[in-house]
């Protein structure tokens, strides 16, 4: 509706207030007042007075090595997100919808990995990829895989918290996926399968395209999941073995609240949220391209 | 959806019973005029000990002497620091909260915000002298006074398998070299001579504290604080190599890195491994374990002959109090850490756990200890000096993590070099 | 309405089937070892995860009820959850709507403050939300609805993106024509657009729903009464300082997914329907 009249006008904005209010008040104000602080130093004492630096935390986190490493696990979560998660939890949603006999089984089951608290899975995840005897590496070996130590070499410790998540978050994603499914109306598949159009035929010209908005709202979810990831990493490796799966995050929860560093733990904050918000924009205006 | 929604207000129904109950049980018991005091610790969960601390808390409430306690328990170690921290940022102080002592809580004496128990302690001296040789992990050098005091005690050593030990016909190792022919025999029969489950980065750096006690003793570790010892000297990469050798020859058996403390623990409980190196801690759950029988304990082997002596080992929790600046809630907080250390308390913990080692000297009941328990404490006899996480001496508050997780370097193919420059990065960044 | 594609049983619904039990089995399993690691002991969990008890353990079932109080904690977890995810999806729910069916000049910076409220990682925002909630007397401490506007904001930009992406899609000639029907604004809200959209109502209930119920940090630094305690509470329990209880945790991890399960079946199936046939754009 682009013209509305002054009643309606009021009606909008009556609706958007309620929420936005709590939304400022509890996430917004101390979202402020946290990059406030990345300009001072304090050490979490509240009687403690707290000191203007200027930029130096910002310095300090952008000349620690740990840190740019740990923006490099960022891209290996987010790689993941859209190289693995996104096809799987896509098919999943597809699957889901088809007329399979077992589609109610399906849904309950694909759904348990986010039932279960993160830290039995990470747990559960830490002896099926254990060195020999879990059940990866025991199937890797009966293909005759190359050996591979998931959690203990510093190389591959990310790229297994990374595979863990996307196993993790499938099910969760395909619900976003089948809520636009479901919304493609019957009539496109029937006028499709009048052209005969085979399965395939249909998801690629008629189920992908309609389904442009999800694809967005995913690739949105993901960005700012992947930039503020934290509970998988420090339930299954804690940032381990040596640093080498440390994210900013968990770089931000030590310098905060085990170093008591909490300007540097700000200042981590807001790189964060700057590079999120930037990412978010930039594929907001990719998926815009070519809309009215 | 109305069956949601009958559903939700049945859930309302059940909630509100529940509250109403809730508040009168707590509100009805003490009267106004008591003196409130808040205590923020990680007394939860059903071990034993804890339990009888938690409930000397709250007889100590119930009981008619004006002060009324407000206990807040959180067991798990990361959310009890996020609410440590958090409370203590905003300025919701706890009165008294649990804590390590040490380079963990510098930055609170620093600041005012701990009170200085020493006037206390002289003003009692009973009190005072009813404690071991331990209260140094709540002093600094710079900061004058006396900023908490121990509830528990730990100290470390090697716990072993006698069964093991006897089919193979091994003697217990006292020097380093004995230990590590002991390991060589324990490996060519077959087992992992000591899981050390390297997943937990404190497993190696309790390692470390006992090969820099046994090698250079308590006043190097205080050197190595200040850095009259440096990280990358002679002394340092000595027994950094040791750890790198270990882990080669496969002392700490096979996937170290992979296996986490309970697994390390498990291994020894299922008879894996034939030694398990570990704190006092380790001796309920070993007693609950199929081989509590077969258990015996000897103390960590000697490098330098000199130091046999310098045990890891000190407060495994204290308490400090929060200056509020009201002075008759410290008092108050007084008289609750008094009660925390008091000899009954001490008395009943060691009841209730079968053992154990403890920061107050008491007469306990010999009759009711394990035989375990029995062994640790006639092996800690020979203790003359004990010191805890060599870190906690540092001037650097992050050495801690610094160092443990340098240490986890050596366990995936990190040489001894690179650990030492993992280490050094930290010690020059301050 | 069951609302399904129906396709030849071609090849893609024999590869997309073999996918299906594939990845049904990877997923199921986790739980299996759930259960059966609910029923052993510590040294026989580190020890042999994977295995079948070999003697189990149903005792771990009365400690996490009786000892643990497990079933009080998930109550109370419920009652907060399902809550919040009512206030959740009315506010978000009609704040989606603004944002993608009508063209305020505002929206845009609407949207750009939910965006900047999710990128941030929680502990980088807690000291000073619980600065400013310590200031406010009524947002005391040991209170579920301090918890629930929490939650609620936490909850809200993710359900916004999903309901308003899903609201997009519905034809705008809808609202045209209700107007002109002489609908107002909550009519046309509440009457047409919501019943409409429950696919995507059921979706972002069954996350908020999911993300609260799991949430721990706010639960932790608001609660001090054992009473209150919420299941990720509740499960630390166990939790030691050095030592876990891993056998009476798994079963209080069995008893706390039930409840989710039961939600999570309920709108499942929410999701199937809705949609009125030609209210779509096409």
Redesign the interface.
């Known amino acids: 509706m682009i013209v509305g009249n002054t009643k309606q006008r009021r009606w909008d904005l009556a609706f958007i207030i309620p929420g936005l209010v709590l939304f400022v008040f509890f996430i917004i104000i101390p979202l402020c007042q946290s990059i406030f602080q990345s300009f001072y130093s304090w050490?979490?004492?509240?009687?403690?007075p707290m000191k203007y630096v200027g930029l130096k935390n910002y310095k300090y986190v952008f000349e620690n090595q740990d840190f740019w490493h740990s923006l490099g696990n960022v891209a290996w979560f987010m790689a993941g997100g859209f190289i693995v998660l996104m096809p799987i939890a896509f098919l999943l949603a597809l699957i889901i919808n088809k007329q399979y006999r077992l589609k109610r089984f399906f849904k309950t089951t694909y759904f348990m990995p986010v039932v279960l608290p993160l830290t039995a899975v990470g747990l559960m995840w830490?002896y099926l990829l254990?060195?020999?005897v879990g059940l990866v590496p025991v199937v890797m070996e009966w293909l005759h895989l190359p050996e591979i130590?998931f959690?203990?070499?510093?190389d591959w410790a990310i790229i297994s918290v990374v595979l863990v998540n996307e196993w993790t978050y499938a099910g969760f994603n395909m619900l976003i996926f089948s809520a636009g499914i479901v919304a493609i109306p019957e009539e496109l598949f029937e006028s499709g399968k009048i052209d005969g159009a085979s399965g395939w035929q249909q998801t690629r010209f008629i189920t992908l395209p309609m389904m442009k908005e999800y694809f967005k709202v995913f690739s949105i979810l993901c960005i700012t999941g992947c930039i503020k990831h934290f509970n998988l990493v420090f339930i299954m490796t804690?940032?381990?073995?040596?640093?080498?799966s440390e994210m900013p995050a968990t770089m931000l929860y030590?310098e905060?609240?085990?170093?008591?560093n909490?300007g540097v733990g700000n200042a981590i904050g807001v790189f964060l949220l700057v590079a999120g918000v930037t990412l978010s924009l930039l594929t907001n205006k990719i998926f815009s391209r070519g809309d009215d | 959806m109305k069956k949601?929604l009958s559903?939700?207000f049945c859930?309302?129904m059940?909630?509100t019973m529940?509250?109403a109950?809730?508040s009168q049980?707590?509100a009805a018991v003490k009267s106004a005029k008591d003196q409130e005091v808040t205590i923020l610790a990680?007394w939860?969960?059903?071990?034993p000990a804890t339990v009888v601390t938690r409930n000397t808390i709250a007889a100590f409430s119930d009981a008619d002497n004006g002060i009324t306690v407000?206990a807040?328990y959180?067991?798990?170690?990361k959310?009890y620091?996020?609410?440590l921290?958090?409370r203590?940022?905003?300025?919701?102080?706890p009165d008294i909260f649990e804590d390590y002592g040490g380079a963990r809580d510098r930055?609170?004496a620093e600041?005012?915000?701990l009170v200085d128990l020493q006037p206390y302690l002289d003003a009692d001296t009973a009190w005072r002298d009813s404690f071991v040789n331990i209260l140094s992990d709540w002093q600094y050098e710079d900061i004058p006074g006396q900023f908490g005091v121990p509830t528990d005690m730990y100290c470390v050593g090697i716990y072993y398998n006698k069964e093991i030990f006897k089919d193979l016909n091994i003697e217990i190792p006292e020097s380093m070299d004995e230990f590590t022919s002991v390991c060589d025999k324990l490996l060519a029969n077959g087992y992992a001579p000591m899981s050390l489950g390297e997943?937990?980065?404190y497993r190696a750096g309790h390692f470390l504290n006992n090969l820099v006690l046994k090698s250079i003793g308590a006043q190097g570790v205080m050197d190595l604080g200040s850095r009259k010892i440096s990280y990358d000297g002679p002394e340092i990469r000595r027994v950094l190599q040791m750890i790198y050798d270990f882990n080669e020859k496969g002392y700490f058996g096979?996937?170290t890195?992979?296996k986490?403390?309970?697994?390390a623990?498990?291994?020894f409980?299922?008879e894996?491994s034939a030694m398990h190196f570990d704190?006092t801690?380790a001796i309920s759950?070993i007693d609950e374990?199929?081989i509590a029988e077969k258990v015996g304990f000897f103390a960590f082997p000697y490098i330098e002959k000199e130091f046999a002596g310098s045990w890891q080992g000190g407060n495994?929790?204290g308490v400090s109090i929060i200056n509020t600046g009201d002075q008759a809630r410290i008092d108050a907080a007084v008289e609750i850490l008094k009660t925390l250390t008091s000899a009954e308390l001490m008395a009943a913990k060691q009841a209730s756990i079968k053992g154990g080692v403890f920061p107050v000297k008491f007469e306990g009941d010999p009759t009711i200890v394990s035989p375990l328990a029995v062994a640790v404490s006639t092996e800690m006899t020979k203790a003359t000096e004990f010191k805890t996480d060599i870190q906690n001496y540092d001037v650097n508050?992050?050495m801690l993590?610094a160092v443990r997780?340098?240490l986890?370097?050596l366990?995936?193919g990190?040489t001894v070099d690179e650990c030492v420059q993992?280490i050094m990065r930290v010690v020059n960044a301050n | 309405m069951e609302k399904s594609l129906k396709v030849r049983k071609g090849m893609s619904y024999w590869v997309l089937g073999l996918f299906a039990i594939i990845w049904a089995v990877i997923t199921l399993y986790p739980f299996i070892i759930t259960i059966f690691s609910s029923l052993k002991n510590?040294?026989e969990?580190?020890?042999s995860m994977l295995k079948l008890p070999s003697d189990p353990i149903w005792h771990n079932y009365y400690?996490a009820i009786h000892?643990a109080k497990i079933l009080?904690t998930i109550?109370?977890s419920?009652?907060l959850s399902?809550?919040s995810t009512?206030g959740m999806l009315l506010f978000g729910s009609m704040i989606a709507y603004v944002l993608s069916r009508t063209k305020h000049v505002y929206n845009k910076y609407v949207l750009g403050i939910f965006l900047a409220g999710i990128v941030l990682p929680i502990y980088a925002t807690?000291?000073p939300l619980?600065?400013l909630v310590?200031k406010i007397s009524f947002l005391r401490p040991n209170s579920f609805y301090t918890l629930m506007f929490i939650y609620i904001a936490i909850c809200l930009p993710e359900a916004i993106f999903i309901i308003s992406g899903y609201m997009k899609g519905i034809s705008k000639e809808l609202d045209e024509a209700a107007i002109i029907d002489g609908c107002n604004t909550p009519q046309l809200f509440f009457k047409i657009l919501l019943p409409i959209s429950v696919p995507a109502l059921a979706t972002s209930a069954i996350i908020a729903f999911l993300n609260c119920y799991n949430e721990?940090?706010f639960a932790?630094?608001f609660i001090?009464?054992k009473?209150?305690y919420t299941v990720s509470?509740g499960l630390?329990?166990?939790?030691?300082?050095?030592?876990?209880?891993?056998g009476p945790m798994f079963a209080a991890i069995i008893l706390a997914t039930l409840p989710m399960l039961i939600f999570y079946m309920?709108f499942q199936e929410r999701i199937q329907s809705g949609m009125v046939a030609g209210s779509v754009k096409g």
Do not use: C
């Open positions: 050490n979490g004492i509240s009687i403690s830490v254990f060195p020999a130590n959690l203990g070499d510093p804690g940032g381990g073995p040596n640093r080498a030590n905060a609240f085990v170093y008591k909490f | 949601f559903i939700v859930l309302v059940i909630q529940v509250f109950q809730g049980d707590s990680t939860a969960g059903d071990y407000n807040d959180v067991y798990e170690e959310a620091y996020d609410k921290r958090t203590i940022a905003t300025g919701e102080f930055d609170y600041s005012g915000l997943k937990d980065p096979p996937n890195i992979n986490d403390a309970g697994m623990r498990a291994d409980h299922n894996v704190g801690w759950r374990s199929a495994n929790g508050t992050k993590d997780n340098a986890q370097g366990f995936v990190g993992d | 510590n040294d969990i580190f020890g400690i000892d009080r109550m109370n419920v009652f399902v809550i009512i807690l000291v619980m600065k310590s721990m940090v932790l630094l001090t009464e009473t209150m509470i630390l329990y166990f939790v030691g300082k050095k030592t876990v209880d891993m309920f």
